[in-house]
T-cell receptor
Framework: GAGVSQTPSNKVTEKGKYVELRCDPISGHTALYWYRQSLGQGPEFLIYFQGTGAADDSGLPNDRFFAVRPEGSVSTLKIQRTERGDSAVYLC????????????FGPGTRLTVL | GEDVEQSLFLSVREGDSSVINCTYTDSSSTYLYWYKQEPGAGLQLLTYIFSNMDMKQDQRLTVLLNKKDKHLSLRIADTQTGDSAIYFCAAQTWSGGGADGLTFGKGTHLIIQP
C-alpha cells in the first residue's frame, strides 16, 4: 500500500479483556516497529521486528504484551488482561530494512480501557 | 538508557524563524530525527541528521547538531500558520542487528501568533 495502515483506528474495551491491534507495513519494508504514545508524551518504543523475528522486545512493559509477525509482513500486537493504564495510542512504523534508518509511521490505534 | 529532553512550548510570530531545541544523553546515538505531529494526524518525518554531520539544510528547515554537547536544534525559517504542530526530537542507536527503535522527547508545541 501507499503507507502504513493500522486497524482498528479506535478500540474501546473493558478492563481485563484481550485485544489485538493490527499493522500493515509499507509493501517491501522488512523492518517493523511498535510504539505506544500516552497523552502528552512522546512515543515509547515497544518492540522491533526484522522479518519474522523480534530483533528487540526490550520495550514491552510486561508479559501481558506480545507481538507476532508470522509471515514477515502484517504484525499483530496482543494485549492480555488489559488495564486502564494501557490506554494510549499504539503506533506502528516500518522501514526498508535493518540497515535503513527512516521509519514511516501509521496513523495509530487509539486504545481506551474502561 | 537514552533520555531525550525538549522544552514543551514555543511561541513565535508568523514570518519569524522558529528554533526548537533538544538534548540527548547517549553519545552513541547514530541518527537524530525531527518528526511533526498535527492534531489527529500521524507522525511525519521532517528531516534527520547523521551523527558525523553538524548541519543539514532542507528548504526552510535547518538542523544543527553539536555532538560534544549532545544538543540538536531545528530552525524553521519564515514560520507559517501551517507549521503549528507538535515537533518531536528522536534519537536512534545502531546495534549489531541494525537500526534500533527510536527514543523520543515529549514534544514541543509550536504556537504561531498572527
Amino acid at each position: 500500500g501507499a503507507g502504513v495502515s493500522q486497524t482498528p483506528s479506535n478500540k474501546v474495551t473493558e478492563k481485563g479483556k484481550y485485544v489485538e491491534l493490527r499493522c500493515d507495513p509499507i509493501s517491501g519494508h522488512t523492518a517493523l516497529y511498535w510504539y505506544r504514545q500516552s497523552l502528552g508524551q512522546g512515543p515509547e518504543f515497544l518492540i522491533y521486528f526484522q522479518g519474522t523475528g523480534a530483533a528487540d522486545d526490550s520495550g514491552l512493559p510486561n508479559d501481558r504484551f506480545f507481538a507476532v509477525r508470522p509471515e514477515g509482513s502484517v504484525s499483530t500486537l496482543k494485549i492480555q488482561r488489559t488495564e486502564r493504564g494501557d490506554s494510549a495510542v499504539y503506533l506502528c512504523a516500518s522501514s526498508l530494512g535493518a540497515r535503513h534508518n527512516e521509519q514511516f509511521f501509521g496513523p495509530g490505534t487509539r486504545l481506551t480501557v474502561l | 538508557g537514552e533520555d531525550v529532553e525538549q522544552s514543551l512550548f514555543l511561541s513565535v510570530r508568523e514570518g519569524d524563524s522558529s528554533v526548537i531545541n533538544c538534548t540527548y544523553t547517549d553519545s552513541s546515538s547514530t541518527y537524530l530525527y525531527w518528526y511533526k505531529q498535527e492534531p489527529g494526524a500521524g507522525l511525519q518525518l521532517l528531516t534527520y541528521i547523521f551523527s558525523n554531520m553538524d548541519m543539514k539544510q532542507d528548504q526552510r528547515l535547518t538542523v544543527l547538531l553539536n555532538k560534544k554537547d549532545k544538543h540538536l536544534s531545528l530552525r524553521i525559517a519564515d514560520t507559517q500558520t501551517g507549521d503549528s504542530a507538535i515537533y518531536f526530537c528522536a534519537a536512534q542507536t545502531w546495534s549489531g542487528g541494525g537500526a534500533d527503535g527510536l527514543t523520543f522527547g515529549k514534544g514541543t508545541h509550536l504556537i504561531i501568533q498572527p
